[in-house]
């Protein structure tokens, strides 16, 4: 794919009579960048380069939709072929232990997973990585986007990844999500114990004949699952998993509870910080104490 970029723009860069020089003088590159693209040696193109030749020789983002074909050569074989299985999903089943799902992350909170890969290349891979991630996003708010259904450990919305606003946006962009029709949000806590996915994370995918695909990814490993009776094994590990996470209303609920536990902002008093508040102003203006919920509960009037 990198040769077969390599060759469109070196094409369309002798029909618009450029040099390499001067291409990469209106692109802002220097010139032995354009020869590196040509012969695809070197680092490969980034999606801003791909697109600032796009509009220097006039291609209406050809080059900018061919670069995630590109970008994907640097992963191997099997994760290249989740990711077009991916794309053509029309449900994606997720279990979810460390981090937030890639199609429902923050873009800041996506930076900041990004950045912890041991092997990862400097800023401008990772501004790479971060454009692609948002790409990918953008089909699950399409009209004939898929069904996403997503079980978060508990440890997802618990571990600070950045800092409290990262961690702020990001459980408002979860809360927000799960309000879409297509979208259900599951949290699967603590309190249920070991399971079968608990080395890493799973996803099921369903294409559009009907056939399932099974992925599951740890720190640093992935493995395609294909064959259907091992997709079979893993489905049934998925469906145990989410009879085990809370219903999607008290997933809601603790996620708002952990916004306001663990990651609410210095001026946001807590809930029992309000509850006492609340508490206080009745009594001076006459009423009732609350209950734990927030009830009211009437003072008793004295006997005759």
């Known amino acids: 794919m990198a040769a077969l970029f390599g060759a469109r723009v070196r094409r369309l860069r002798v029909a618009a009579g450029l040099t390499q020089a001067e291409l990469g003088a209106t692109v802002h590159v220097v010139s032995t960048r354009i020869t590196q693209i040509e012969r695809a040696s070197g680092a490969k193109p980034t999606l801003e380069l791909a697109r600032a030749l796009d509009a220097a020789l006039g291609t209406d983002d050809l080059l900018a939709e061919l670069w995630p074909y590109v970008y994907r050569e640097a992963f191997p074989d099997w994760s290249r072929t989740f990711m077009a299985y991916s794309e053509r999903a029309v449900v994606i089943r997720q279990y979810a232990a460390h981090v937030v799902p890639g199609l429902l992350q923050t873009e800041d909170y996506a ?143 603790m996620i708002r509870s952990t916004v306001e536990d663990n990651y609410r902002g210095a001026n946001l008093p807590s809930r029992s910080e309000r509850r006492r508040l609340a508490q206080e102003q009745l009594q001076q203006s006459g009423g009732g104490r609350l209950r734990g919920g927030g009830r009211r509960v009437p003072r008793r009037r004295p006997r005759p």
Do not use: W
Not at 116 to 134: I, Y
Not at 163 to 181: C, F, K, N, P, Y
């Open 111 to 253: 930076r900041t997973v990004l950045s912890l890969d041991a092997l990862l290349d400097g800023e401008e891979q990772l501004e790479e990585r971060v454009t692609a991630r948002m790409a990918r996003q953008e089909r699950l708010s399409s009209l004939d986007g898929p069904e996403l259904c997503a079980i978060l450990d508990e440890a997802v919305l618990r571990r600070p990844i950045g800092s409290h606003s990262v961690m702020r946006r990001q459980l408002a962009r979860l809360i927000d999500a799960a309000s879409e029709r297509h979208i259900i949000v599951q949290v699967l806590p603590f309190d249920q114990g070991g399971h079968e996915a608990m080395g890493g994370s799973l996803t099921i995918l369903t294409l559009p004949d009907g056939s399932e695909v099974a992925y599951t990814e740890g720190s640093d490993y992935g493995q395609l699952i294909e064959e259907p009776a091992n997709v079979r094994r893993y489905k049934v590990i998925y469906d145990r998993l989410r009879a085990a996470a809370l219903p999607p209303l008290m997933s809601l609920d």
